[in-house]
Structure formats: C-alpha cells, structure tokens
C-alpha cells in the first residue's frame, strides 16, 4: 500500500532538513520564498479554492511547467525550503481527500525527486547518513523521535515510499 500523504509529508521533512552542507544556506531565499507563506486572498477568489490558490503559489515558485517535468529544483537548503513543507501542510488541510489527493502527492514526489538529485549532485548518499537506520529501527513503530547523529541532529525519516503501515507520525 502506498504512504498517504501525511507520512510522505514527515519524511520529505526529514530529507529537506538534512540537505548535504555544500548546498547555500541563505537568511533569506528568493528561490524559496515560503517562510511565513500565508495563502493570498485573492488567489482563492480566483483560483475558487485555497488548494488551488497554494498550488498556483507553488508553480509560480517553481515555473507553471513545475509538475509535468517530474523533478524540481533544490539548490539550497535552510528555512526556505524547509518551509515547502509547511505550505504542503496548509495544502493538505484544504483538501477534501489530503490522504490521496493526487496534486499534492505529486508535489511531494517532486519536491523529494528535486531533494535526491541534490544529494547526488553533492556526491551525498540518500537518504541522509542515518535516517535509513531510523527507518529500521522506529518506521513500523510509528516513532516521531528525533536521532541524534555526529556533527548535527537530524530528524528520522523513512526511505521507502511504500509499506504496509500508513499510519501518520
């Protein structure tokens, strides 16, 4: 069974949150303006909802072709990014079905497919050194305990985006 979207949520944080060291880590990101995001008003007049006002605000940070291309871009690391989690969350608050909802399933996969070549480019394995470990030990427990791992503390996340258990860390 495939992992709804609030687990793929969790661990696309986890990824985001231990981006490899050699990526910028600006104050402020204008790639990745979404520190603070607040859905525009006259966007969800416009668009008719407040997932569709956050899906435009997303392909307008990432390019109106964003979600056809399959991977999107992660060329920096810090509260920016990491924020593209929070937007995602807002996101799936305003779904009807947010388990499922296929936008934002694909978001989620692009945004970590975007995540994996990062790594790759910066010769980084993936997932980050010990969240795989994190997936063995607490991934089945439902644990949402942070591990602790030389030089930084990184956050557990799996690395399969299937499994039996679905339920939400």
């Not at 992992?3 to 050699?22: H, K, M, Q």
Request: with cysteine.
């Amino acid at each position: 069974m495939a992992l709804g979207a609030s687990r793929r949520l969790a661990e696309l944080g986890d990824i985001l949150a231990n981006l490899p060291e050699t990526l910028p880590c600006p104050a402020f990101s204008e790639n990745f303006p979404f520190v603070g995001f607040q859905v525009d008003p006259e966007d969800v007049d416009m668009v008719g909802t407040v997932s569709g006002a956050i899906n435009r605000a997303l392909e307008l940070a990432f390019g109106w072709e964003a979600r056809s291309k399959g991977t999107l871009p992660i060329t920096e690391r810090g509260p920016g990014v990491c924020a593209l989690v929070e937007v995602l969350k807002l996101y799936q608050e305003a779904c009807d079905n947010p388990e499922s909802d296929a936008i934002l399933l694909k978001w989620i996969d692009d945004i970590r497919a975007g995540a994996e070549e990062a790594y790759r480019l910066a010769n980084c394995p993936f997932p980050p050194q010990g969240l795989e470990a994190a997936h063995e030990t607490h991934g089945s427990a439902g644990s949402s305990a942070a591990m602790k791992l030389p030089s930084k503390k990184r956050k557990r996340a799996t690395s399969e985006w299937e499994s039996d258990d679905d339920e939400v860390h």
